[in-house]
């Protein structure tokens, strides 16, 4: 099996974020998804805040429609330095 045999596009796909409790890291991911995703309007995001607030994740998932937007997607996440980890 290659890369390319494990997605099939379309289809919707998840990306966690991880950054510090007091960046508002929806903003952050809203307009990266805004600039970089094919259909931005069609993105869900989920804000999860760990117990003692210090660090936060958002999970962004996108209708993606290819590999290369996937590729821009993880490029301007990992390039934010307010975002501590992208998976």
Not at 3 to 29: M, N, S, Y
Request: glycine share 4%; with cysteine.
């Amino acid at each position: 099996m290659t890369e390319q045999d494990l997605l099939t596009f379309p289809c919707e796909f998840p990306i966690k974020l991880i950054a510090r409790g007091e960046v508002d890291l929806e903003t952050i991911a809203r307009t990266i998804v805004q600039q970089e995703a094919i259909h931005p309007n069609d993105a869900r995001s989920s804000l999860t805040r760990s117990r003692h607030g210090r660090y936060q994740s958002v999970t962004v998932t996108i209708q993606a429609e290819e590999r290369a937007e996937l590729d821009r997607l993880y490029g301007a996440f990992t390039r934010e330095k307010a975002i501590l980890i992208v998976l």
